[in-house]
């Protein structure tokens, strides 16, 4: 019988100093030593094939316990990263995260405002859904009808992570998801945290909040997005205005509209709140392309539907009074008091 005893000390070194794919490679690959020696098994005297075979089975043995415990490591390993993709802070443990009671603090004025959306949309019979505040190419782009290469990309300057993923730029990369959650009638709003590579002053910032509405039933039309927009409008602003609809553009919407309202501080007559022109500018909006229905498997043809995504910041600023949108975020303990 061929001496093992060799083969048999350098198995069990081994085992402590290479890693996974080392083993694999030098015993189980074609030109492996374990290989070899299963192939050697024929040549073998009959009366001492039992014995050698058995030999060589525990080597294996003990290689291929090593490659899966290596395997079951890496997949624990994976299991526990973080989901880049998550929602707000679902990542942290239960336990660790911090309780707005526990810090006597207080909820954050885009949050009481995201909330009072949320009361008036649930009352007239939208769901509310998060946004994911890291998405991918084809729910930011493709599913929105804007194809690779297509030049309205270039109206998103928003950031990108080293392995391709997207900070959204719009709260409309949920609509793809929300459009394919269930048949139509879709009624769906969806507050997000948007990005834009974006040089801040009083009126612009990177990082801002966003509140995405879609609307698909059979027969829906303009009236109807017009309809709902200002019921919500009313109901949040309390008061009432008159309302402008002007043309816009947005690959994922035909017709496109910009959503203006008759400023409710000066009544038409200018003041510093609407640049003195007297009209407010809020939201673009339009009526759901075909080809985003088509998208998500909704004939066209049958359906028809509305989407709209105004400014979480802006219309906080508006009802409450603030100059400067970089208050909302710059952490002074005096604003955040105040407000
Ligand atoms: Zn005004």
Redesign the pocket.
């Given at each position: 019988m061929p001496n093992l005893s060799k083969l048999e000390t350098q198995v069990h070194k081994d085992l402590k100093s290479l890693n996974a794919q080392e083993l694999k490679k030098r015993y189980l690959s074609k030109e492996g030593l374990l290989t070899k020696e299963f192939a050697n098994i024929k040549n073998v005297p009959t009366n001492q094939k039992s014995k050698f075979g058995k030999r060589i089975n525990k080597l294996k043995s003990l290689v291929d316990e090593k490659l899966n415990n290596s395997k079951t490591e890496t997949k624990i390993k994976k299991s526990s990263r973080i989901d880049p993709t998550a929602p707000f802070d679902c990542n942290t443990q239960t336990d660790k995260r911090p309780h707005i009671l526990d810090l006597q603090g207080s909820s954050h004025i885009l949050m009481q405002e995201v909330n009072r959306f949320n009361e008036i949309f649930t009352s007239m019979g939208f769901d509310i859904v998060e946004c994911r505040q890291v998405d991918d190419d084809y729910h930011m782009f493709e599913s929105l009808n804007f194809p690779k290469g297509h030049p309205a990309r270039d109206m998103f300057d928003t950031f990108w992570t080293e392995d391709g993923f997207v900070l959204p730029a719009h709260t409309s990369t949920m609509q793809n998801r929300i459009l394919k959650s269930k048949n139509p009638p879709i009624r769906t709003v969806i507050p997000g945290r948007v990005y834009r590579n974006e040089a801040t002053d009083a009126g612009h910032e990177h990082t801002l909040y966003q509140c995405e509405g879609v609307y698909v039933d059979k027969n829906v039309s303009v009236a109807n997005m017009i309809a709902t927009i200002k019921e919500f409008l009313e109901a949040y602003l309390e008061s009432k205005f008159d309302i402008k609809i002007q043309p816009a553009y947005f690959p994922f919407t035909e017709p496109d509209c910009e959503f203006a309202i008759s400023?409710p501080?000066?009544n038409k007559k200018?003041?510093s709140?609407?640049g003195y022109t007297?009209w407010i500018e809020l939201m673009g909006c339009g009526m759901i392309h075909p080809n985003v229905l088509k998208s998500a498997n909704i004939d066209p043809d049958k359906y028809s539907g509305f989407a709209w995504g105004f400014g979480v910041d802006r219309l906080t600023m508006i009802k409450n009074n603030i100059p400067e949108i970089r208050h909302l975020r710059a952490g002074s303990i005096k604003f955040l008091r105040d407000y």
């Open positions: 400023c501080f000066c200018g003041c709140t609407c007297g």
